[in-house]
Structures are given as structure tokens and as C-alpha cells.
């Protein structure tokens, strides 16, 4: 990923300093297993755990020659062990060493991306609070329906985050298995306690079955909670993109001191940020995309989801995390315009008050059809004529008939609307 949406913590994950010293771990805990079995000298474990290492300069180095990573990995880590370096890889094939690695790195980045969902859900809770009886109108295809509270909002995005939570932790479950089977998952050249000790050691789970690889299931389960994330994010994004339009601007993103919004009009205030999260959220779902292709690998395995996942993997938790902290950022300091909001109520005339108009109408005996026809048939006299929907229906004789100017009048109370908002607070903030 480029440096532009790499934060330091995640990005140190999957520098390649950070990965090979996962590869040598597994190497080392392999090692000792070895040893407990008395197939590797006590003194020859101890020259292996204190001399081993690598350079990643001298690695790349020899990956030019033989064409292959982890070959080119041990032949490094072998040059400074010297002759007792022919006990490491006993046993294994690359793919033990990958994957169990791999496993590990995954891990590390999902604690960063559950801390970091957390802190998000922390300011959506306090957002929610803060807004929790603040009226603003509710859209259905972009058209206004009833109101509703921002905070409900707020309560929303909470809930969808909670569900996020708890996916990533399955799935951090689901990535954390190891395998040191051999080169086709039946542990022909090892123990099964190898690959016991190591994922022990790890904090790993030994995978119960598994070809020359760990199946790719898991990655992918992996990646589309990934995606299922960003698809989160989005949403908000977009809201508060829709929210911050010129017609509407009842929310804005931070706007800082310095900051520009367009190189030919100054007087531009862009959602710059959340049209980045928006534009972000599309490569973590296609990221996702190519991880479910990486499922139907050839018989016991093939390489072809190895170019894969050194670009999704990383890229996409990356992003990920990226996201979370911006997104966080711009709730924090979100500039919320309550008049705006009760500007914005009032533009479609009482126009919202239809169902309960409705509902009172078939209430006092008329048939549902009969009351729609004459709800609606006031309403677009309220719309076309920008009347109050509210006087227009007092002067409807069948109306008169029906509803007293008294009753009328309390149809368009708006706290009525806000009822039930500490019941959905309760169920949503348990």
C-alpha cells in the first residue's frame, strides 16, 4: 500500500522485517519440538536460537538467483548458523512456514482493527447521546417521510459497528491455525507434535485437516469481513456527503484552519474525506473479490493465490485501519446544524404527518382505500400549491367530518415522533 493511507503501527505488520522474523519463529519453535524428541542436539538448539537471523538485503540477494522466497530465506538464515543450520526446515515444506506465519500477521492486524472499532463505536455512542431527542427529517428514496433524531442515527451506526466487532473477532479466530503437516498435509517427513508444540507456541490452533496450504476459506472469510467493514464505513460516509450538500447542510465534516476545497473557487467546503472513505471502501471490496478466487486452489495446492494475497492482504487491513481513524476523526469533530435540521423539516408543508392523518381517518370508520385517496389528494394540493398540508386538510369538508380542528391539531405535534427514541436507546446500548 502506498504510504499516503499507511499508518505507521499497521504498516510496521507488514514490512518485510517484521515478516520474516515471523518465518524465523516458526523455524525456531519447529526446532525445538525437534529437540524434545531428541532428534536435535541440546548445544545444536542453542547455536540455532542464539546465531540465527537474516538480512533482508542478503535475501533478496539470493531470491534473484533461485527464484524462490523462502529458499532464499533459509539460505541467509543458514549463513549465520553455520553447519548446524542443516536441523532447521527438518520436516516442513515453504507453505508450513507461510502459512502459519501469515496466520500470526493476519492476527496482529485484527487487534489493531478491533481496537480501532472500538474507539470508532466510543464516538458514535457519545454522538448518539448528544443527538438522541434532535429532530431532523427522515428520507426514504431521497424524498421526506417522517422525522426522525440525528442521534438515531448515531444509535444506527453504533449497532452496524457492533455487528462489525463481532465479526472481525470470528474471523480472527477463523485465521488463527497453523499447519506443519508436510508437503501434502499427511505429516510424512514430521511428528504431529511438531506442528502441535509450534501452534501452541504461536497461539495458534493446529488446523485439523489441510493439503500442502491452510484452505483459503478462512482468508476469505477473513477478507470479506474485511469488506463488510468498508461497506460500514461507507455508509456513513455517504450519509454525511448527502448531508453536507449545499440543499441540504444539516452536517458538515471539519473544515480546518488552512484548509482549501477547490484550486478555482475559494468558497468551496468539500467532503473531501468522506469521499476518500467512499473511493477506499471500493479496493477492500475488491480485494475480497480476489480472495474468494483464491478458494479453488489446483489438487493439494497451486501458487497462484500467492501473488494474490501479498497484495490484498496487506493493502486491505492497511486501508482498513486507515479508514477506521479517519472516519473517527470526522465524527469527532462533525459540525452538526440543528436549526438546519428544523429548516429543513418544515419544507415539505406537514407533508409527513400523511400516515397519521391516515391512520386516524380508518380509525373513525372509513375504508383504508377511501382515506388513502383522500390523504393523498390533499397532499399533492399541499405540495403543488406550497401550502400547509395541515391548513389544507382543516378546510376539506370530509376531513371536517371525520377529525375535529383540536385533534387536527395535535396530528402535527412533533414530539409525538420522539416517543419511542429512549426505547430503541435501551435496546441498542444495552
Not at 65 to 80: G, K, Q
Not at 99 to 112: G, H, P, S
Not at 132 to 148: D, F, V, W
Amino acid at each position: 500500500m502506498i504510504p499516503r493511507y499507511t499508518r505507521p503501527e499497521m504498516g510496521r505488520i507488514w514490512e518485510p522485517q517484521n515478516k520474516f522474523q515471523k518465518w524465523l519463529d516458526v523455524e525456531i519453535a519447529a526446532c525445538e519440538a525437534w529437540a524434545k524428541l531428541g532428534k536435535i542436539p541440546a548445544k545444536s538448539l542453542s547455536t540455532i536460537k542464539k546465531r540465527a537471523g537474516f538480512r533482508i538485503s542478503r535475501i533478496n540477494k539470493i531470491e534473484k538467483t533461485v527464484r524462490h522466497d523462502v529458499i532464499a530465506f533459509l539460505t541467509s538464515v543458514a549463513e549465520n548458523v553455520g553447519p548446524d543450520a542443516r536441523y532447521i526446515h527438518k520436516g516442513l515444506t515453504s507453505s508450513d512456514i507461510v502459512d502459519t506465519a501469515q496466520a500470526v500477521l493476519m492476527r496482529e492486524a485484527a487487534d489493531i482493527i478491533i481496537r480501532d472499532i472500538r474507539a470508532l463505536m466510543k464516538v458514535l455512542k457519545a454522538n448518539a447521546v448528544k443527538y438522541k431527542n434532535t429532530l431532523q427529517m427522515g428520507r426514504s428514496h431521497g424524498i421526506h417521510a417522517e422525522p426522525t433524531t440525528f442521534g438515531v442515527m448515531f444509535a444506527l451506526w453504533y449497532a452496524d459497528m457492533d455487528r462489525n466487532l463481532k465479526r472481525v473477532k470470528a474471523a480472527r479466530e477463523t485465521i488463527s491455525y497453523g499447519r506443519l503437516s508436510g508437503p501434502v498435509g499427511t505429516f510424512s517427513s514430521l511428528p504431529t507434535m511438531i506442528e502441535k508444540h509450534v501452534c501452541k507456541k504461536l497461539g495458534l490452533k493446529p488446523a485439523p485437516v489441510a493439503t500442502q496450504v491452510i484452505q483459503r476459506d478462512r482468508h476469505a472469510e477473513y477478507m470479506n469481513t474485511l469488506a463488510l467493514i468498508a461497506g460500514t464505513i461507507e455508509k456513513m460516509a455517504v450519509e454525511i456527503r448527502h448531508l453536507q450538500r449545499t440543499e441540504v447542510l444539516e452536517a458538515e465534516e471539519p473544515f480546518e484552519k488552512g484548509q482549501k476545497g477547490s484550486s478555482a473557487m475559494p468558497h468551496k467546503r468539500n467532503p473531501v474525506a468522506s469521499e476518500n472513505l467512499s473511493g477506499l471502501a471500493r479496493v477492500v471490496r475488491s480485494n475480497a473479490i480476489a480472495a474468494m478466487e483464491n478458494i479453488p486452489l489446483w489438487h493439494e495446492r497451486d501458487i497462484s493465490h500467492s501473488s494474490v494475497e501479498r497484495i490484498i492482504i496487506p493493502d486491505s487491513t492497511i486501508l482498513i485501519n486507515y479508514m477506521l481513524v479517519r472516519l473517527t476523526g470526522v465524527l469527532k469533530g462533525l459540525q452538526v446544524y440543528p436549526d438546519r435540521m428544523k429548516e429543513n423539516i418544515g419544507r415539505s408543508y406537514g407533508l409527513f404527518c400523511s400516515q397519521r392523518v391516515l391512520l386516524i381517518l380508518t380509525e373513525k370508520g372509513l375504508s383504508r382505500e377511501k382515506a388513502y385517496v383522500l390523504v393523498q389528494k390533499n397532499a399533492m394540493k399541499s405540495w403543488k400549491k406550497r401550502l400547509s398540508f395541515k391548513e389544507i386538510l382543516g378546510k376539506d369538508p370530509v376531513i371536517k367530518k371525520y377529525i375535529s380542528g383540536k385533534e387536527l391539531e395535535s396530528l402535527f405535534d412533533l414530539s409525538y415522533y420522539l416517543k419511542n427514541i429512549d426505547f430503541i436507546f435501551k435496546r441498542v446500548f444495552k
